[in-house]
């Protein structure tokens, strides 16, 4: 923020100015600044009003409230629309273990603050800016799913964007858990950093628990308890540093007291102990695939990932399933050409491709003794968009906002090395919420196009892919997300179900498939309409915000009709009554005195 505004900002410091509007003379302000001290027993509601083709975003940067008041008594509660009477986008108490942020889809948005008569210091600090969801910042934002990797703020190492929101979404593998180290972070120094901004949370959302936020001059390290998290750069509009650096890395999360083994569908991952190797007087560097150039990372475990294609990996084809196998062997420099006293041993690893599933099998022979492990695993898959049908730029940013009927371009992908298999679009569909919650509405079934817009095209190998008419759920705030199930076939299988097409009526059996997987994207936004003043597009988030609200469907129009008729029955009925009972009754004149 800038000098002049952060004064203006101190002299609200002990003011509570309840019912004000921030629109009116202020129309025409870009962005706002709220320094809020509040008293016990307070009910105060703010409106702002945006310009034409604009949303707002809000932000609770920093807020102190009672932390004995439960979240019913003392609330920041935000509505979408110029009322508390508008839809309800979320609310914000003492309890919240995240920073909330909240956009509108309507012309205006209010926020009302209540608070509860206990006497404890209350203070709220709120920033708003309009802002256009079509404008989009570069490198501001996206999804990261490789085991490691590194990002930037936009134009590091010059100076950060103004009123930038963006979004990094952290996902690897099952089992394993991210450290995140900031190699600088130079954004403006404020003691609460409610200016500009890095929070990071614990888990894949912006309502995952907050493992820090901070700004000025810092290089911290987070680690999260899951595999995944969420990164994001907050900035206002005025004081533009470097901005940040950041890496990450994946780290075994799971206790291995021995061995461990993961199949997935382009790599085998092994992880070994290392106590479980100095039992027999071993270390990492004892350690050989059958091809002796793929070594193994050393961390807090041992972990050879082994591509299905490579290092050695023998496959084989047995009916309808296949085999990959390697060899890990612990090799010793022998003390004599006769004898040794170091046990010999060899961890066999092998994972075999069912029809329906994906079966891990581990042997490790020690001495002639056979040890067996199982456990299940699945095809690594992912959804994006792309600008085109030549599905070559896919989009990162989160959200992604578009115009309504736009063609939306959608890749299924599948990671493997293995060139043998196919993917099968089954179903496609799209909700208002991330958990897939009503409303719903079919793109494709049993791998038929149900909407007029939506076209399959042909297999592709590792890819499946449709394009569609983006719309908007009636009657929701939510943003639209994508899910698709998706069969993966051996494409020499001419009889296979991904080979069958479409198929309405399926019989219970139809041929083999050798994966079902889900892959989700989203949230996608609508721009603005600009034809239709007040009409709202779509909201954000990976984890929706605020309440959803069930739609106006012909159902209670229906009721609404038969009530509004009873009220007009009664009413005749009453009036006349009334009539009658007047006609009835004589009036005389009062005598006066």
Not at 20 to 43: M, R
Request: glycine share 6%.
């Amino acid at each position: 923020m800038g000098c002049g505004d952060r004064q203006w900002a101190r002299r609200l410091a002990g003011k509570s100015r309840c019912s004000a509007s921030l629109g009116g003379a202020n129309l025409g302000e870009a962005h706002k600044a709220l320094i809020l001290q509040l008293n016990p027993s307070e009910n105060c509601t703010w409106t702002i009003d945006r310009p034409e083709n604009k949303s707002i975003r809000i932000i609770f940067s920093h807020f102190q409230l009672d932390p004995d008041a439960s979240c019913e008594t003392e609330h920041i509660a935000v509505f979408d629309g110029a009322s508390t009477r508008g839809p309800l986008l979320g609310t914000v108490c003492s309890k919240n273990d995240y920073v909330p942020v909240f956009e509108s889809s309507s012309n205006t948005l209010t926020f009302q603050i209540i608070t509860d008569s206990a006497s404890v210091q209350r203070t709220v600090f709120i920033f708003y800016y309009f802002f256009s969801p079509e404008i989009r910042i570069p490198d501001c934002g996206g999804y990261l799913g490789a085991l490691q990797g590194s990002f930037t703020s936009p134009n590091y190492p010059k100076a950060h964007p103004t009123l930038a929101y963006c979004v990094w979404y952290i996902q690897v593998e099952k089992g394993y858990k991210i450290k995140l180290d900031f190699k600088e972070i130079f954004l403006e120094i404020d003691d609460h950093c409610r200016f500009d901004f890095v929070a990071v949370y614990d888990g894949p959302s912006t309502r995952s628990g907050l493992l820090g936020q901070v700004c000025g001059r810092v290089t911290p390290t987070f680690e999260s308890s899951s595999d995944s998290m969420t990164v994001v750069l907050s900035t206002d509009y005025a004081n533009s540093y470097r901005g940040f650096s950041a890496s990450y890395t994946s780290i075994y999360a799971e206790n291995v007291n021995t061995t461990s083994l993961t199949c997935s569908s382009d790599k085998m991952r092994v992880i070994i102990s290392k106590s479980y190797l100095e039992s027999f007087k071993y270390n990492e560097n004892n350690l050989q695939l059958n091809d002796p150039t793929c070594r193994p990372i050393v961390s807090n475990v041992v972990e050879f990932s082994i591509p299905l294609d490579g290092c050695g990996t023998i496959k084989k084809a047995e009916g309808h399933s296949i085999t990959y196998t390697n060899v890990i062997t612990l090799t010793a420099s022998p003390t004599s050409e006769v004898i040794t006293r170091q046990k010999h041993l060899q961890i066999i690893v092998k994972c075999e491709m069912e029809h329906n599933s994906t079966v891990e099998l581990m042997y490790i022979t020690e001495d002639d003794i056979i040890q067996n492990q199982n456990a299940l695993g699945k095809y690594n898959t992912s959804m994006a968009l792309f600008e085109s049908n030549l599905f070559e730029k896919p989009i990162h940013e989160a959200p992604y906002y578009v115009d309504l009927n736009q063609t939306l371009f959608v890749q299924v992908s599948l990671h493997t090395s293995d060139p043998n298999l196919v993917v099968f679009l089954e179903t496609c569909r799209a909700s208002a919420t991330s958990d897939f919650a009503s409303p719903i509405y079919d793109l494709i079934r049993s791998g038929c196009t149900k909407d007029e817009t939506c076209k399959v095209y042909p297999l592709a190998g590792h890819y499946g892919r449709f394009q569609f008419n983006a719309f908007k759920f009636l009657r929701s705030l939510g943003s639209v997300y994508l899910q698709c199930k998706v069969l993966i076939c051996d494409s020499s299988d001419h009889q296979s179900r991904c080979n069958q097409g479409c198929v309405s009526r399926r019989k219970r059996d139809i041929s083999s498939y050798k994966w079902k997987a889900d892959s989700v994207i989203g949230p996608i936004r609508l721009k603005r309409d600009r034809s239709a003043s007040g009409e709202s597009g779509f909201q954000h988030q990976v984890h929706p915000e605020g309440t959803q609200h069930q739609p106006f469907n012909g159902l209670h129009l229906f009721s609404f009709m038969v009530l509004a008729l009873n009220v007009v029955i009664v009413a005749t009925i009453t009036r006349r009554h009334f009539v009658n009972a007047r006609a009835e009754y004589r009036y005389q004149k009062l005598q006066g005195y």
